[in-house]
């Protein structure tokens, strides 16, 4: 089920944990932890899931125990991408008790938040299961948190698309207009990229996925079909490129799109529409 699951790199990591710290603290730090706790005073907190799904973000909640301050262990009870059950424990912190809790929602924000495009991610899976379809994520993502949103599609079973507009080309409609067609923008992408970069092209109708596939591209992106469509378009392909179903791709909708035998079916919702997972922090003396 789950998907080859690359380390997130920990500079990646650490620059997202200092920046919510930076929002959450401030240049004065948790001050009712301050005003309320002793200094060298202990707590054990446990985080628990409150609902079944898919966990992603682990490293991100273990770098903010680690970074806030000296003095925090910390214990994992599952991995990423493990599906859990309602009051099952994911980890264990334990140490400064004012650290402890200056961490906590920076911690429980990174969790909750990558844990749900996780566990939605795997839902959409699921509903494409006995194709041959995979999920893709795309650039719709929270500013800043885009490596992070991707990773959690791979927990939940999903493929990342390009990752920016640098690392391979997609030819859209609007290139097209400006272009003058679909024939004469993939054969200027071609003049400018050379033989290593990746083209795509977006098509609206099968007159223009006819164009890219005389033009030979590797990959089309079919832009809001229906089903029926999708299923000529597959049937005038015929394997000569990978096709990509795109636009208005609804949970309740992907079995049927993924069923009409295209290759990849990219939607945002993954990373924008998911709701964050129910996980609690539990705290108790040490």
């Known amino acids: 089920m789950r998907a080859y699951l690359p380390a997130m790199p920990p500079h990646i990591i650490e620059r997202a944990v200092k920046?919510?710290?930076?929002?959450d603290l401030g240049e004065a730090g948790d001050i009712t932890s301050q005003a309320t706790i002793g200094p060298d005073a202990k707590a054990v907190a446990t985080i628990n899931a409150r609902?079944?799904?898919?966990?992603?973000?682990?490293?991100?909640?273990?770098?903010?125990?680690?970074?806030?301050g000296p003095g925090l262990d910390t214990t994992r009870f599952v991995a990423d991408g493990s599906m859990v059950a309602a009051g099952e424990a994911i980890l264990e912190v334990r140490g400064n008790a004012r650290n402890l809790l200056a961490a906590?929602?920076?911690?429980?924000?990174?969790?909750?938040?990558?844990?749900?495009?996780?566990?939605?991610?795997?839902d959409f899976v699921l509903e494409t299961k006995g194709t041959n379809a995979h999920i893709c994520c795309t650039r719709k993502t929270t500013p800043g948190l885009r490596a992070l949103e991707k990773y959690a599609v791979?927990?939940?079973?999903?493929?990342?698309?390009?990752?920016?507009?640098?690392?391979?080309?997609?030819?859209?409609?609007?290139?097209?207009?400006?272009?003058?067609?679909?024939?004469?923008?993939?054969a200027a992408a071609r003049a400018f990229a050379g033989h290593l970069v990746a083209i795509e092209?977006?098509?609206?109708?099968?007159?223009?996925?006819?164009?890219?596939?005389?033009?030979?591209?590797?990959?089309?992106?079919?832009?809001?079909?229906?089903?029926?469509?999708?299923?000529?378009?597959?049937a005038i392909t015929a394997g000569?490129?990978?096709?990509?179903?795109?636009?208005?791709?609804?949970?309740?909708?992907?079995?049927?799109?993924?069923?009409?035998?295209?290759?990849?079916?990219?939607?945002?919702?993954?990373t924008s529409a998911s709701v964050p997972l129910d996980l609690g922090l539990d705290i108790s003396i040490d």
């Open 240 to 270: 000569r490129s990978k096709l990509e179903a795109s636009g208005n791709v609804t949970l309740e909708r992907v079995a049927a799109i993924a069923r009409t035998g295209v290759d990849y079916i990219s939607t945002s919702r993954i």
């Open 19 to 23: 920046a919510a710290f930076l929002e």
């Open 104 to 122: 906590e929602r920076t911690a429980l924000n990174f969790l909750t938040h990558l844990s749900g495009i996780a566990t939605l991610t795997r």
């Open 51 to 68: 609902g079944v799904g898919v966990i992603c973000g682990l490293e991100c909640a273990i770098a903010a125990f680690s970074l806030i």
């Open 201 to 234: 092209v977006e098509v609206d109708t099968l007159d223009q996925l006819q164009h890219a596939l005389d033009a030979g591209v590797a990959a089309i992106l079919l832009d809001n079909m229906d089903q029926d469509t999708l299923a000529r378009a597959v």
């Open 154 to 186: 791979r927990c939940g079973g999903g493929h990342n698309h390009r990752f920016g507009l640098n690392d391979a080309i997609l030819i859209k409609d609007n290139h097209i207009a400006v272009a003058g067609g679909v024939s004469a923008a993939i």
